[in-house]
């Protein structure tokens, strides 16, 4: 009697175990294939950074180092230079000459976009930042830095005028991230 009650208990294990497998080979799946196919991220995701631009061509970081002063990995350097009337590169008095960043510092808390005044420095939807040596992650300004008109170029020359600032909503672009 025994051994048909332990027969009977081993049955009943094995097909609610094997329900339980069933049951998961039909629903959906939830792996990807990735990296030919890429899982979307959240809306809010902080990524790679970039250094945006302003309608007209110019850029939109003034050199404050304020997004410096706000990393708490001192991830970022900035040297500024001051904008003169024959080449400009943005609307402000100065420029950043130097603009680095040390992605293997970084911890992407986006305290740099939060302190930046003019939307300069944002954090994209981009992940994929590998790479071989150490050198390589020190991002600087002509990879941050969207594309755009070559600068510096001279007040006459700059459209809409060089004092010229798209105050784009911050809901605007974000919905452009890429
Ligand atoms: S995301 Fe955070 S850690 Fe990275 S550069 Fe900006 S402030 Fe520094
Ligand atoms: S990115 Fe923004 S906070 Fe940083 S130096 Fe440029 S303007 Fe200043």
């Known amino acids: 009697m025994g051994i048909l009650k332990d027969t009977i208990n ?3 294990a094995i097909a609610q175990g094997m329900g339980v497998t069933f049951k998961a080979m039909l629903s959906p799946k939830t792996t990807v294939q990735y990296p030919e196919q890429k899982p979307p991220v959240k809306e809010r995701f902080r990524g790679r950074h970039v250094l945006q631009r302003h309608d007209n061509g110019l850029e939109r970081c003034i050199g ?3 997004c410096a002063a706000a990393c708490p ?3 970022i350097y900035v040297e500024a230079a001051e904008n003169v009337p024959e080449a400009r590169y943005s609307p402000g008095e100065r420029y950043a000459k130097v603009y680095e960043i040390n992605m293997i510092r970084c911890i992407f808390c986006g ?3 939060e302190a930046c005044p003019v939307e300069a420095v944002v954090l994209k939807h981009q ?3 590998s790479g071989y040596d150490r050198r390589s992650f020190i991002y600087t300004k002509d990879m941050l830095l ?3 008109p070559d600068l510096p170029a001279p007040d006459g020359a700059i459209a809409n005028g060089p004092k010229e600032r798209s105050n784009t909503p911050t809901s605007d672009w974000r919905a452009s991230l890429g």
């Open 64 to 66: 404050c180092a304020l």
């Open 73 to 75: 990995a001192q991830a």
């Open 10 to 12: 081993g049955a009943a």
């Open 111 to 113: 305290f740099c976009e």
């Open 127 to 129: 992940y994929e930042l």
């Open 146 to 148: 969207l594309p755009g």
